[in-house]
């Protein structure tokens, strides 16, 4: 989905016009119509009012392929890459990953609790 898909997309999710979303992200209505129809492409400082408007991360607004979570924010590039390639598998080797990350998770949670003692 391109960007201006996409923002046509979170606004119609949100059932806006054109307007509300313009006045949410204090711009001109013809600017959003001019961004959804991919006529223009918005600033880096527009996209950051669009982001805020629509409470998703910039990764989600300019990159997210379709269906991905908007709220999911991972710092670590790499780890947020294993996830995108896991999510392709079958469900079977996605199962063992989740019960990897489990563990690894449990061993922490020992670990703080341990130190606490």
Known sequence: ??????I????QERKWTQAELADRANIQQKQISAY???QNSP???????????FD?????LVFSKEGQNAKVQVKDRELLRYFEILDSYPEV???IA???????????KFKELASNI
């Open 93 to 95: 080797e996605r199962s």
């Open 56 to 60: 998703v991360s910039l990764d989600y």
């Open 8 to 11: 046509r997309s979170l606004r």
């Open 98 to 108: 989740k019960e990897i990350l489990d563990l690894v998770m449990a061993k922490h």
């Open 36 to 38: 959804e129809t991919g």
């Open 43 to 53: 600033s880096t400082e527009i996209l950051i009012r669009l982001v805020k408007a």
């Open 1 to 6: 989905m391109d960007l201006n898909e996409r």
